[in-house]
């Protein structure tokens, strides 16, 4: 944690591993900048690949595991992601389940916090259309290969 100012009770291993940690407790981070922005508020989450929660400065209760899994997450809580960029694009959204390369990759990133308890198992499992803002499906199951990808 070579730029961390601050923090309770976290574990950091890789290179740049909550790297400008300013605050948050009970963290975990293994791999190159994994939980790198954790932030006051950010309580128990487990980050493990590179760059796995790399934008999270709040969020709470999140698991991921894989490499950029819940990426561009920021405040979003109680997620688990697990697969190679799975809840990559997940910004404030809290309650979803990726399990599977690229699933559920491209929720909908909004601006304001919203549960949505999605479910995805499986690769490209509800990965979502291209236009990111227009992915904003709630209280969806999906599993298998591809199973409502777009």
Request: glycine share 14%; hydrophobic share 40%.
């Amino acid at each position: 944690m070579p730029l961390a100012t601050s923090g309770t009770s976290n574990i950091a291993i890789g290179n740049l591993a909550m790297q400008e940690a300013n605050g948050g407790s009970t963290g975990i981070a293994i791999g190159g900048s994994a939980l790198s922005k954790q932030a006051a508020g950010a309580l128990e989450n487990i980050a493990i690949g590179y760059s796995s929660q790399a934008a999270t400065t709040s969020g709470a209760n999140n698991i991921s595991i894989g490499r950029q899994s819940l990426f561009g997450n920021t405040t979003g809580s109680d997620n688990i992601a697990i697969g190679w960029n799975a809840l990559l694009n997940n910004i404030t959204n809290n309650g979803s389940t990726a399990i599977g390369h690229y699933a559920l990759e491209r929720a909908g990133n909004v601006s304001s916090p919203m549960s949505t308890y999605n479910t995805a198992l499986g690769y490209e499992t509800m990965r979502g259309g291209a236009t990111v803002l227009a992915n904003t499906g709630r209280l969806n199951t999906a599993m298998g290969y591809r199973a409502l990808a777009n």
